[in-house]
């Protein structure tokens, strides 16, 4: 099984910044695509925003310009950037990876919580 290890999560007030990191253990994780999920108390898990192999991204509109996903391939780690975070991007925040075949995995989750 690939595995996925996330860091970066924590508390932050409203309008600050975070940036989340996940390492991803796979020698052909350039092919990946990654993606962040996010899940919040008794809500589903969404995607937050996605990066393809080749660095096309995807975003849900409520992070579209505060957000941004990155991947770094010769670290094998895929980055969001959260700017001008609010109450509302509370949440666990997992890390996603499909590979050619659809086979998928996740990360354990960060916890980032927006709060003053």
């Known amino acids: 099984q690939v595995q996925l290890v996330e860091s970066g999560g924590g508390l932050v007030q409203p309008g600050g910044s975070l940036r989340l990191s996940c390492v991803v253990s796979?020698?052909?994780?350039?092919?990946?695509?990654m993606a962040w999920y996010r899940q919040a108390p008794g809500e589903q898990r969404d995607m937050v925003a996605t990066i393809t192999g080749g660095g096309s991204t995807n975003y849900v509109d409520s992070v579209k310009g505060r957000f941004t996903i990155s991947r770094d391939n010769a670290k094998r780690t895929v980055y969001l950037q959260m700017n001008s975070l609010n109450p509302e991007d509370t949440a666990v925040y997992y890390c996603?990876?499909?590979?050619?075949?659809?086979?998928?995995?996740w990360g354990q989750g960060t916890q980032v919580t927006v709060s003053s």
């Open positions: 796979t020698s052909i994780f350039s092919s990946y695509t």
């Open positions: 996603y990876a499909k590979n050619s075949n659809l086979r998928q995995y």
